[in-house]
């Protein structure tokens, strides 16, 4: 699916990967798609409750060789 | 939506003790939420601009894992809070886990606000030197203040 921007949070725990997903949604316009990738298992809930307290919507949330895959639209 | 709010009251300066109170701040400041943290105690040494010697001690803590068993008397013997702070500190970076440090920066960056208890600073003669910029001091009707208004408020 298309992504305007990818941030690839491998390798990080909690809370960076949220944090840095913040940061790279700061310079994007509303309507864009952010793909983040992720190693950490808990970044699979933090990501839902992300999207649900800042009104972006999150698009998809899977795996792609073993690792967390999600597509974030940009409220 | 007026934003959530947040209060911390970060009472603790050992390694593991320092963790919770940035990683929520900075976590609500992700969030949307407005953070403010009362640094109060020896919660004191994380404004502290050289993080360095923040520790974590094996003595009085048998839920930290060891290697190998270890008896009190040995954890209790010179070298070895040192060895057990760079063995949690190496542990953390393998698992990818942020130093105390960048959390902070990201808390500043995001806008908490961090408050170093001016009673305390006195009693441990800190001086503002010792500290990072950008932080304020005040007491606990400060901290009251902000703390009465928010929808979460944390003792840690």
């Known amino acids: 699916?298309?992504?305007?921007?990818?941030?690839?949070?491998?390798?990080?725990?909690?809370?960076?990967?949220?944090?840095?997903?913040?940061?790279?949604?700061?310079?994007?316009?509303?309507?864009?798609?952010?793909?983040?990738?992720?190693?950490?298992?808990?970044?699979?809930?933090?990501?839902?409750?992300?999207?649900?307290?800042?009104?972006?919507?999150?698009?998809?949330?899977?795996?792609?060789?073993?690792?967390?895959?999600?597509?974030?639209k940009k409220a | 939506m007026a934003a959530k709010k947040m209060a911390i009251i970060a009472t603790k300066g050992a390694l593991d003790m320092a963790y919770p109170p940035l990683i929520l701040a900075s976590t609500a400041a992700a969030l949307g939420w407005e953070v403010q943290v009362f640094f109060t105690f020896y919660g004191l040494q994380l404004l502290r601009k050289d993080l360095s010697g923040i520790a974590i001690s094996p003595i009085g803590n048998p839920a930290m894992p060891m290697p190998v068993p270890m008896p009190v008397m040995v954890a209790a013997l010179p070298g070895m809070e040192a060895m057990a702070t760079s063995m949690m500190k190496a542990k953390m970076k393998k698992k990818g886990v942020a130093s105390l440090e960048e959390l902070r920066s990201v808390c500043q960056e995001s806008d908490v606000k961090f408050i170093a208890c001016q009673m305390t600073v006195d009693l441990f003669d800190f001086t503002k030197s010792d500290f990072i910029d950008g932080i304020e001091y005040g007491g606990a009707a400060t901290f009251m203040k902000f703390a009465g208004e928010s929808d979460v408020c944390l003792f840690i």
């Open chain 1, 1 to 72: 699916m298309h992504f305007d921007k990818e941030f690839d949070a491998s390798g990080l725990a909690c809370p960076m990967p949220i944090v840095k997903t913040k940061k790279s949604l700061a310079d994007m316009s509303s309507g864009q798609v952010l793909r983040v990738i992720a190693t950490d298992p808990g970044s699979v809930c933090d990501m839902q409750a992300f999207a649900e307290q800042t009104g972006h919507t999150l698009l998809s949330s899977g795996t792609e060789n073993s690792k967390y895959v999600f597509l974030l």
